[in-house]
């Protein structure tokens, strides 16, 4: 069981928009930024969204992350069947002392 | 661009010492700015910490772990390896290595390793 909530599985159809959630607490996602991965089928994650809603150098703007409270959320819009992969929230969680990830969410692009 | 390979073993017996090392290429080790670390992930399920080190040494470990993790760092060729002890069949797991970039409330990695498959079996 994951410090971090995100659902198990988010869909939608291609060009169309979804969000994925990250639920926390104060001692974590209340208090530390928040960055999100994505994992494509058989390969290693990959830097999606840093510092809540900065993205790294080559990921398109279609990507987003916001965060309020004690949640985050990774927002993708134009939906693409490349898209389809798991995505991990992740923070540091200032009570247990340790890097902590959030269970991933499966994207399928029906 | 920064690159990161995994090696080593892909087969450790039960409570055996699994030993990993990471190697970096196109970038050193020893920069100031930055935390490597360890992560791993069971077959199907998400991800997990292990820890992290930094070019002179300190090390950040996951309670969790601690008691059977060691995070060592070799700035001459360019490495960081892990040894973790114990092993039982629940560290079957893809063993990641990354840079981690870690400031007060800032926790993230970029880039990662493909990853090494460590199955704990007799």
């Known amino acids: 069981q994951s410090v971090l909530t995100q659902p198990p599985s988010v869909s939608a159809a291609p060009g169309q928009k979804v969000t994925i959630s990250c639920s926390g607490s104060?001692?974590?996602?209340?208090?530390?930024?928040v960055s999100w991965y994505q994992q494509l089928p058989g390969t290693a994650p990959k830097l999606l969204i840093y510092?809540?809603?900065k993205r790294p150098s080559g990921i398109p703007d279609r990507f987003s992350g916001s965060k309020s409270g004690t949640s985050a959320t990774l927002g993708i819009t134009g939906l693409q069947t490349g898209d389809e992969a798991d995505y991990y929230c992740?923070?540091?969680?200032?009570?247990?002392?340790?890097?902590?990830f959030g269970g991933g969410s499966k994207l399928t692009v029906l | 661009q920064l690159q990161l390979q995994e090696s080593g073993p892909g087969l450790v017996k039960p409570s055996e010492t699994l030993s990993l090392t990471c190697t970096v290429s196109g970038g050193s080790i020893s920069s100031s700015s930055y935390y490597w670390g360890w992560i791993r992930q069971p077959p199907g399920k998400g991800l997990e910490w292990i820890g992290s080190?930094?070019?002179?040494?300190?090390?950040s470990y996951n309670p969790s772990l601690k008691s059977r993790v060691t995070i060592s760092v070799d700035t001459s060729k360019n490495q960081f390896s892990l040894k973790l002890s114990s092993v039982t069949a629940a560290d079957t797991a893809m063993y990641y290595c990354?840079?981690?970039?870690?400031?007060?409330?800032?926790?993230?990695?970029?880039?990662w390793g493909q990853g090494t498959l460590v199955t704990v079996s007799s």
């Open positions: 104060s001692s974590n996602i209340g208090n530390d930024y």
């Open positions: 080190i930094y070019y002179s040494g300190t090390t």
């Open positions: 992740g923070t540091w969680d200032s009570s247990l002392n340790t890097v902590v």
């Open positions: 990354a840079r981690h970039v870690a400031r007060i409330e800032v926790n993230w990695f970029d880039p």
């Open positions: 510092d809540t809603d």
